[in-house]
T-cell receptor, first 116, second 113 residues
Framework: AQTVTQSQPEMSVQEAETVTLSCTYDTSESNYYLFWYKQPPSRQMILVIRQEAYKQQNATENRFSVNFQKAAKSFSLKISDSQLGDTAMYFCAFMNSPYNNNDMRFGAGTRLTVKP | DAGVTQSPTHLIKTRGQQVTLRCSPKSGHDTVSWYQQALGQGPQFIFQYYEEEERQRGNFPDRFSGHQFPNYSSELNVNALLLGDSALYLC????????????FGPGTRLTVT
């Protein structure tokens, strides 16, 4: 069964600095998708970034980038120039190839606090 | 363009009762997935509906059932509520051929007393 592990329950960072959130996963599949979602106190789950396993290039979305290490089954999220609005729970998630058991598996989350 | 909407926002029920939660998908989406998020945990997949049928199901008992309507909206029903069913219930919609494009609603907070 696919599992997702986030080993950092809580992290904090000073405004304008860089922080990296860790995620590891376990799967025997070769084609899959990885995600980072942000959940602020408003509860709305917002997609931050998505990575397709067959793409070797790391995904980037403005201040957010990932370090995808397929062999190590690692998928970390780097937030650059942290802003107060980045304060939220961050969930790493895994999904098989969309045509084969496409339920999304989530980690337990990392609570990120950005300090002024 | 309205995103995914869910109703109600909050709900309080008594143990043993039944509850129905509702979800309207984002415009252009025809697949709806439901998740349960217990306090302090990540969401867990309950089931997914496509073409008015349950396409896939997670590890949840039969007390959890659902339905999808011709307009793609969906309901989640939970019978014989237990205290452990207290959670945030999230609905996510996606286009049929792009299941990875999941957009989440704001959730329904269910409290069972």
């Amino acid at each position: 069964a696919q599992t997702v592990t986030q080993s950092q329950p809580e992290m904090s960072v000073q405004e304008a600095e860089t922080v990296t959130l860790s995620c590891t996963y376990d799967t025997s599949e070769s084609n899959y998708y990885l995600f980072w979602y942000k959940q602020p106190p408003s509860r709305q789950m917002i997609l931050v970034i998505r990575q397709e396993a067959y793409k070797q290039q790391n995904a980037t979305e403005n201040r957010f980038s990932v370090n995808f290490q397929k062999a190590a089954k690692s998928f970390s999220l780097k937030i650059s120039d942290s802003q107060l609005g980045d304060t939220a729970m961050y969930f790493c998630a895994f999904m098989n190839s969309p045509y084969n058991n496409n339920d999304m598996r989530f980690g337990a989350g990392t609570r990120l606090t950005v300090k002024p | 363009d309205a995103g995914v909407t869910q109703s109600p926002t909050h709900l309080i029920k008594t143990r043993g009762q039944q509850v129905t939660l509702r979800c309207s998908p984002k415009s252009g989406h025809d697949t709806v997935s439901w998740y349960q998020q217990a306090l302090g945990q990540g969401p867990q997949f309950i089931f997914q509906y496509y073409e008015e049928e349950e396409r896939q199901r997670g590890n949840f008992p039969d007390r959890f059932s659902g339905h999808q309507f011709p307009n793609y909206s969906s309901e989640l029903n939970v019978n014989a509520l237990l205290l452990g069913d207290s959670a945030l219930y999230l609905c996510a919609s996606s286009p049929a051929l792009e299941f990875y494009e999941q957009y989440f609603g704001p959730g329904t907070r269910l409290t069972v007393t």
